[in-house]
């Protein structure tokens, strides 16, 4: 595996692999892998002749109040399980070599980041879209794989490639859970022992929820302020930032349950701030 800290030679090298007819994947992550990394380097890796995962660290998503000296590292850790996923490249650029003082080029999607976690972070989607645009630049992917815990940032990115005519093909991935539900995430060992016994009721609540549209509940107001209600028995060291039903796509809010929806939640436990979503089929209702 090669590790490659400047921009510049990252480009260089993708390009050359380009130019020699190759197929580029790149696995965009913030570090400190778990399985669900994992998950989307082995995908990758059986869909390309090339596999990059990008490690950075994007200070241009976190708000000034949020987690960006604390978000966790180990970076021999990581690379030793790129290894072990057969990376060819673990690309590490450095914030200043990323974004320079005078930065003043950013990349937005304002339609989608109306609600949902932009409510609570306002620039964190701007920070998230620029970054990665800079990374298609750099390491040119013909494919690029997100996970889906994460959906407004892959309808973000899913809309910037689109609508910048951005050669590479987005690739959603189905989140990867714990054995108890609870959705994995690099944030989840900010979670204290009685924190982490309440964690998966977020994933049972949107279960739960999904059960109630097969039963044929679609009025939104009805199946959020069930959901709340359960979350308020299950979780009481939590506090729910958001839950939202909305159109998988643009992401508006659904006042009532039409078609395929998203149902998707951000709760906040006292260090550690968790999102989840579920997807309702519109074969479910029927």
């Known amino acids: 595996m090669r590790c490659i800290i400047e921009p510049r030679e990252m480009q260089v090298w993708s390009t050359q692999k380009r130019c020699q007819g190759k197929t580029l994947a790149l696995v965009p992550t913030m570090g400190y892998f778990h399985e669900g990394h994992l998950a989307l380097m082995r995908w990758a890796r059986e869909h ?36 072990e996923q ?17 930065h003043a080029a950013w990349v937005e999607a304002p339609s989608l980041c109306r609600g949902l976690c932009a409510v609570q972070r306002p620039t964190h989607f ?10 298609f630049l750099l390491t040119s992917p013909t494919l690029a794989v997100f996970g889906e815990k994460d959906w407004q940032q892959l309808a973000v990115i899913r809309t910037m490639a689109r609508d910048l005519n951005m050669p590479v093909e987005i690739i959603g991935r189905p989140i990867v ?4 539900g609870l959705a994995m995430s690099s944030r989840n060992i900010y979670l204290s022992p009685e924190e982490r016994a309440q964690a998966p009721f977020i ?16 009025d939104a107001n009805i199946l959020l302020a069930a959901l709340g209600e359960m979350y308020q028995r299950t979780m009481p060291l939590a506090a729910v930032e958001y839950m939202s039903l909305v159109d998988p796509e643009q992401l508006f809010p659904l006042e009532e349950i039409q078609g395929p929806a ?14 989840d979503n579920i997807l309702i089929p519109v074969e479910e209702r029927l």
Not at 86 to 102: A, C, I, N, Q, W
Not at 126 to 135: D, E, S
Not at 203 to 218: A, C, D, F, Y
Request: with cysteine.
């Open 48 to 83: 390309c002749d090339v596999l990059m995962v990008s490690l950075f660290v994007n200070p241009t998503q976190f708000a000034p109040h949020e987690d960006l000296k604390a978000y966790p590292r180990d970076l021999p850790r990581d690379a030793e399980l790129a290894r």
């Open 86 to 102: 057969g990376v060819d490249v673990l690309f590490t650029p450095t914030p200043e070599s990323m974004f320079s003082k005078d």
């Open 126 to 135: 701007r920070g998230v879209a620029t970054v990665v645009a800079k990374l």
């Open 177 to 180: 859970r714990e054995a108890d």
């Open 203 to 218: 994933h049972q609540g949107l279960q739960q929820i999904r059960g109630l549209t097969e039963q044929g509940e679609t």
């Open 262 to 275: 998203l149902l998707a939640v951000a709760v906040r436990f006292k260090t550690a701030r968790l999102i």
